[in-house]
């Protein structure tokens, strides 16, 4: 039995025929989504939790991306805006994160194709099917999902959708600081002390880690970001220093290596590499932290066990960078099938393992390694990747791709996947690009 006898095209259910698709969140997969259900006259609704379309990525929009233009503009969407007269950006270019919601996103959503169908400032609470919870199955496929929301004014409301993709990402929901996924003891006590991943340090908080002592754990591309920033802070803020943790003996995944297929992300590597050589950035290897608590005078106190011994230090602040992975509490309705180790779609996850596999060895996969149990549901983009960092935006648009021709009927056209990604080197370890490193 193949993939595609799994999950056969979808056929007409004239209860459902007129709802439209529920697609959860409006970053760069889920106005994708949107772009290829225009293109097959399938009609869809796009929800927003944040105000505005790209809220994630805003969130770190000092960043600069990995990839450059010509590998984060979907097909479709590409369609769509060039008939509208769109100016591409240099395709060789690396964009900032808030240059590409400026200069991509914000006007894909604004053309009359996807701004009718689009709501901002929609948190999505739950996904159920109606009249059903997890436990029914007669009659399930041909129920209407229900969507319960919640707008900016606190009001709830519930949509019907025929099909539903999740590409809510995973920016809002962060690992834990603790090695063995939850916050270590002590944490609550010195929350205003936490700071979350990728902090504008050389712009909007700057006055926050300028003379300050930080420490950054986490060994992937959002830490490295940071460290760097905090290395240039510390040049021109004195008192300024930058301490960084990591669990194993060297930061495998921040690769540093000449033959990356994407230079930019082998060049933040060897900065970090070059920092900490000339004393710049101070290593703490091998550091798993084990309690969080203050000083007398409101300083952090971090205890670890670093090769077998407790050690404390004391920093002024702490940044988590140690990844991100999927809130799948407002799914607890739907049948979902996960691995047990990623948390990806089950035949997705030997495909994204990040023990074995880069984001440029990922191979091609649609509608069939994304589908579940739930008839029609999908999860899609970062998301779709669990806590797996191995994701491309690229790889993202072909997921949608394929799941819109399975929602149109198109067999073939959903079992065709085709994808052409940058080879070697590792991928982000924490999803740091909104999934488009």
Not at 178 to 193: F, H
Not at 425 to 437: E, F, I, L, N, Q
Request: net charge negative; glycine share 10%; hydrophobic share 45%.
């Amino acid at each position: 039995m193949t993939l595609v006898d799994l999950m056969p095209p979808i056929t007409s259910r004239p209860r459902l025929d007129a709802l439209p698709v529920a697609i959860i969140g409006a970053g760069p997969i889920g106005l994708a989504a949107a772009a290829e259900l225009h293109a097959r006259d399938i009609p869809f609704t796009v929800l927003e939790a944040g105000p505005h379309v790209g809220a994630g990525i805003r969130s770190w929009g000092h960043v600069r991306l990995f990839s450059s233009w010509a590998l984060l503009v979907d097909p479709a969407a590409r369609e769509l805006l060039d008939a509208a007269g769109w100016t591409a950006p240099n395709p060789a270019r690396l964009p900032t994160g808030d240059q590409f919601v400026d200069d991509y996103l914000e006007p894909l959503a604004a053309l009359p194709a996807l701004a009718p169908h689009l709501r901002t400032g929609v948190e999505v609470l739950a996904v159920s099917r109606e009249g059903m919870d997890r436990t029914r199955t007669t009659g399930r496929a041909a129920a209407p999902f229900v969507l319960r929301t919640r707008d900016v004014d606190g009001e709830v409301a519930e949509l019907r959708a025929r099909a539903v993709i999740d590409a809510s990402g995973t920016i809002r929901t962060p690992n834990r600081l603790g090695s063995n996924g939850l916050d270590p003891l002590g944490a609550a006590g010195v929350a205003d002390r936490i700071v979350p991943p990728l902090p504008d340090v050389l712009g909007r908080d700057r006055a926050r880690f300028a003379g300050r002592r930080t420490l950054v754990v986490g060994a992937g591309h959002s830490a490295a970001h940071t460290l760097l920033a905090l290395v240039d802070l510390a040049r021109e803020e004195p008192g300024t220093s930058v301490t960084w943790a990591i669990r194993s003996s060297r930061a495998a995944r921040l690769t540093s290596s000449d033959d990356d297929g994407l230079p930019a992300r082998a060049t933040i590597g060897q900065n970090v590499d070059r920092a900490v050589d000339v004393g710049e950035i101070g290593l703490l290897d091998r550091f798993e932290i084990v309690r969080l608590g203050a000083s007398a005078d409101g300083a952090v106190l971090v205890t670890g066990s670093r090769a077998g011994d407790l050690v404390t230090r004391e920093f002024d602040l702490v940044v988590n960078a140690t990844g991100f992975r999927p809130d799948l509490e407002m799914l607890r309705e739907i049948r979902l099938e996960l691995d047990d180790v990623v948390e990806a779609p089950k035949r997705l996850a030997p495909m994204i393992d990040p023990n074995v596999h880069t984001c440029g060895t990922v191979e091609p996969h649609g509608y069939a390694e994304l589908a579940h149990p739930e008839p029609a549901f999908f999860l899609a983009g970062m998301k779709s990747y669990g806590r797996a960092p191995t994701f491309l935006a690229a790889t993202g648009y072909e997921q949608v791709r394929s799941i819109a021709a399975w929602l149109a009927g198109d067999a073939a056209g959903a079992a065709s996947v085709e994808l052409t990604l940058p080879a070697t080197g590792a991928c982000s370890t924490d999803g740091s690009a909104g999934g488009c490193c």
